[in-house]
């Protein structure tokens, strides 16, 4: 079936440094691809998303390149700020019978001042 | 236009006992996603409503069920409860089954 995976967190950075966050998929067709954010005792926030191969998706100085070649969609911030620290989720919208979505297990960010 | 929307937002049950868990879709969506999300995991996929009937299910157990009604509303019933059905559930309503939105999201504690 379809399946997300991310890299294991937790991820330690100081303010200003460039971020990485890697997710690879398996899927049947070229379902859409999405990064959610989850703050801390609060629900999901699409971050942005990307629908088709070689789409970028980009949100708040974030971006993430839909790459079908490679079945990923890696998430990047040039420089990130103490704000960002929280919990990022990869996805994507399966349409492998019903149409749902199907998470990664999240990465944890914090940045440090 | 009114976002997804979830009630309550917290409630804490006692094993054994049942839960109703309520969201109201965005408006002009027909279609309500459930999921489970236990703490430090993704979200995982319960079941869907299209048009009130069930579209689709993951693997959870039959004392989970739900309900969708005429105006697009929906209910998330748990009976029975576990201590490992602790978790966030939330909803997401979406038009004909693609892309979904997502509620804010109701905080199940089970002792």
């Known amino acids: 079936g379809d399946s997300v995976t991310q890299m294991e967190g937790p991820v330690t950075l100081s303010e200003e440094a460039f971020l990485t966050i890697n997710c690879t998929y398996t899927?049947?067709?070229?379902?859409?691809l999405f990064w959610y954010v989850q703050y801390p005792g609060e629900g999901l926030q699409l971050l942005l998303k990307?629908?088709?191969?070689?789409d970028k998706g980009s949100n708040k100085g974030f971006e993430a390149t839909y790459r079908k070649e490679t079945t990923s969609f890696h998430l990047e911030k040039g420089s990130v700020q103490v704000s960002d620290s929280a919990v990022y989720f990869c996805?994507?919208?399966?349409?492998?019978?019903?149409?749902?979505?199907?998470f990664g297990t999240g990465t944890r960010l914090k940045v440090l001042a | 236009e009114t976002g997804v929307t979830q009630s309550p937002t917290h409630l804490i049950k006692t094993r054994g006992q049942q839960v109703t868990l309520r969201c109201s879709s965005q408006?002009?969506?027909?279609?309500v996603s459930w999921y489970q999300q236990a703490l430090g995991q993704g979200p995982q996929f319960i079941f869907q409503y299209y048009r009130e009937e069930e579209n689709g299910r993951g693997n959870f157990p039959p004392r989970f069920s739900g309900l969708q009604f005429p105006n697009y509303s929906s209910e998330l019933n748990v009976n029975a409860l576990e201590l490992d059905d602790s978790a966030l559930y939330l909803c997401?309503?979406?038009?004909?089954?693609?892309?979904?939105?997502f509620g804010p999201g109701t905080r199940l504690t089970v002792t």
């Open positions: 997401a309503s979406s038009v004909d089954n693609y892309e979904q939105y």
């Open positions: 996805a994507l919208l399966s349409t492998s019978g019903t149409y749902k979505y199907i």
């Open positions: 408006s002009g969506h027909n279609t």
């Open positions: 899927a049947t067709g070229y379902p859409s």
């Open positions: 990307a629908t088709k191969a070689d």
